[in-house]
């Protein structure tokens, strides 16, 4: 049987590669990246030109038809179009440019624009782009025709919806062009819906009415009254526009883009850079929802779930503005002389918070809409992880407290098992000093060697491998919970206490400056804050009480790892250092516990020395 410090070596070497891969390789590619778009921004400015805008403002393709290109929605009948908004104006030019219904909820603000009857304009009042007080608010939706900004995370983003006509259809239908007209007055405010309409002046009379509750679910019942003479067949839709490649986390652990789910297809998550090379992916389901994701942000479609759809991810391309929808086809519906039809699609747009996409996926059962946060592939263990840290903060007020008492809590779920492991660990220990002499004396027959240290730890009643579980248990552990403090929102600005005002951002501070008493500011790669510092301490401590490797590579990587660790992890959100550092010092304090019922101790201060004197470490006794 492999020596037990092979396969902790393994894994410790596995998370270096993830963790390196993420440091040294991810985080250097996303900076890249922001440095592009700035460069190209500050370009601009120095040549006068206003920031780049969509080139056609306000005609995204229609799902179902035959040429899907910009601009190319039915006709709007004679007066009925309105005017398109004069390139480079500034976001709130845009809005001014055009009629509009205002939107007042307790956590939005905007409008939907009565040219083309969009959802175009949306404010989240509850969140601010970074933790001072007087930052901006988070800007969701912004109109085709505003500036795409990268640098302050901006674009043209928006919700549409209407008919394209069946085939062999002429009907005239409402586009993106069209100026409808508000039935009385009022804003959208989740106790007073709104109604628009138009008529084609063909005997169809649209009419659309918006409903809004107080979280982020628009309701949008679009009718059709028909007075005209012969029957009318339409297809109802709804699709998601965005213009712009916008500015992504860059993290593999993370989906930012298109999303959605199809039935039995199940989740679909295609990023921009994949769509683009596929242009388009289309999928036919009943029960389906469909969106564009961001990190802490969402807007989905939510037809009608009895329905059976037309689904698609898009990419487009005019100029130099890239552009990406998500659209759906409901089945064609007809409209008899004299009758009328209405259909019923949602618009989720805003925050994803866990408890109100649960709430949302239960109330009008969306399949799986709780994916709309990317729980990823360990959801069974990152869902249950934030619930039950959810609730500790509810207890608390404070999430870093919930941190520490859910690492409490896993500690005693698995404290029989760790100390098992602990005890093996400490009994390995124990017998080093013959272990080193049975590796000496059969240093040239490694199979009796081996026989040799099976037949000590048979002897003694050791299971060398029972010391991996104490970090195969922690390995998925520290996972689920950094993805929960990278993904949800709740974790977005949560102060712990004194300078760690965010846990899903890393320490500010940094050793390279004592803490911030010197006035200068540090290079990101260099903030080895506190917090990082202490983790590499306690990581180092629990280090020196496992047995010493015997190997000399070994012995140089484990003597090390602590630095490197502090170094890698210190970029990582200060949550995950605080439970990492938690988690080392729990487990020092039962390893130590253990080993002291075994008799056995720890020479800190010569492994210390050790460390920094080149002398071997000796064995405890």
């Known amino acids: 049987m492999a020596d037990n410090r ?244 860059g993290y593999y652990i993370l989906h930012e883009g298109l999303i959605g789910v199809f039935a039995d297809k199940g989740l679909h998550e295609v990023g921009y850079s994949a769509i683009e090379t596929a242009r388009t992916q289309s999928f036919k389901a009943r029960g389906a929802w469909l969106g564009i994701t961001d990190k802490y942000w969402a807007a989905a479609l939510i037809p009608d779930q009895t329905q059976e759809t037309d689904s698609s991810f898009k990419f487009f391309q005019s100029g130099t503005t890239k552009s990406f929808q998500t659209d759906f086809l409901s089945p064609p519906v007809t409209i008899a002389p004299g009758a009328s039809s209405e259909t019923t699609t949602r618009l989720f747009a805003g925050a994803k918070e866990v408890r109100v996409v649960d709430g949302y996926s239960a109330a009008l059962n969306i399949d799986r809409f709780d994916r709309l946060i990317d729980w990823g592939w360990f959801y069974f263990i990152t869902k249950p992880l934030f619930v039950v840290m959810d609730w500790f903060f509810v207890q608390t007020g404070n999430f870093g407290i919930a941190i520490l008492l859910v690492t409490l809590l896993i500690k005693a779920l698995f404290f029989p098992l760790a100390n098992k492991s602990y005890a093996s660990i400490t009994m390995m220990k124990k017998v080093q000093p013959e272990m080193m002499a049975l590796r000496d004396r059969y240093a040239d027959d490694k199979m009796k060697q081996q026989q040799e240290l099976m037949a000590l730890y048979k002897r003694e009643k050791i299971n060398p491998l029972a010391g991996c579980w104490p970090i195969l248990i922690q390995i998925p552990v520290f996972f689920a919970l950094y993805k929960v403090l990278f993904i949800t929102i709740e974790m977005r600005h949560a102060p712990f206490f004194g300078w760690v005002q965010d846990l899903s951002a890393p320490d500010p501070t940094s050793i390279f400056n004592l803490f911030g008493l010197l006035p200068f500011a540090v290079p990101a790669f260099l903030l080895i804050g506190v917090w990082p510092i202490i983790m590499g301490i306690t990581m180092w401590v629990q280090m020196q009480m496992n047995p010493a490797p015997t190997d000399p590579i070994q012995a140089a990587f484990f003597k090390w790892m602590p630095i490197l660790f502090t170094f890698m992890l210190a970029s990582f959100p200060a949550g995950l250092v605080i439970y990492w550092a938690w988690n080392n010092l729990l487990s020092v304090l039962q390893q130590g516990l253990i080993m002291r019922k075994y008799g056995v101790k720890i020479e800190l201060w010569d492994n210390m020395r050790s460390m920094f004197g080149g002398g071997p470490a000796k064995p405890a006794a």
């Open 6 to 249: 092979n396969y902790i070596l393994a894994i410790v070497l596995s998370i270096l590669v993830l963790v390196g891969w993420q440091y040294f390789v991810g985080m250097p590619q996303v900076e890249r990246q922001r440095e592009a778009q700035r460069q190209q921004q500050l370009q601009q400015q120095a040549a006068g030109q206003a920031p780049s805008v969509t080139p056609v403002p306000g005609t995204p393709p229609v799902p179902g038809q035959t040429t899907p290109t910009p601009g190319s929605a039915a006709p709007v009948a004679p007066g009925a179009a309105a005017p398109v908004p004069a390139q480079g104006l500034s976001r709130e030019a845009v809005l001014a440019a055009t009629p509009r219904i205002g939107i007042e909820t307790p956590r939005l603000k905007g409008s939907i624009n009565l040219a083309g009857g969009r959802v175009d304009d949306l404010i989240l009042t509850t969140y601010r782009e970074t933790i001072e007080r007087n930052s901006p608010n988070v800007v969701l939706f912004a109109p085709a025709g505003s500036p795409i900004d990268p640098v302050q995370h901006r674009h043209p983003f928006y919700a549409e919806f209407g008919f394209v006509p069946g085939a062999g259809q002429t009907a005239a239908v409402p586009n993106a062009q069209t100026v409808w007209t508000q039935q009385g007055s009022g804003t959208l405010t989740p106790t007073t819906p709104v109604t628009i309409t138009w008529d084609n002046g063909q005997g169809l009379t649209f009419r659309r009415t918006f409903a809004i509750d107080d979280s982020y679910m628009i309701t949008v019942k679009d009718g059709v009254a028909n007075a005209g003479a012969g029957p009318v067949t339409l297809h109802p839709f709804g699709l998601i526009s965005r213009h712009g490649l916008p500015q992504t986390s």
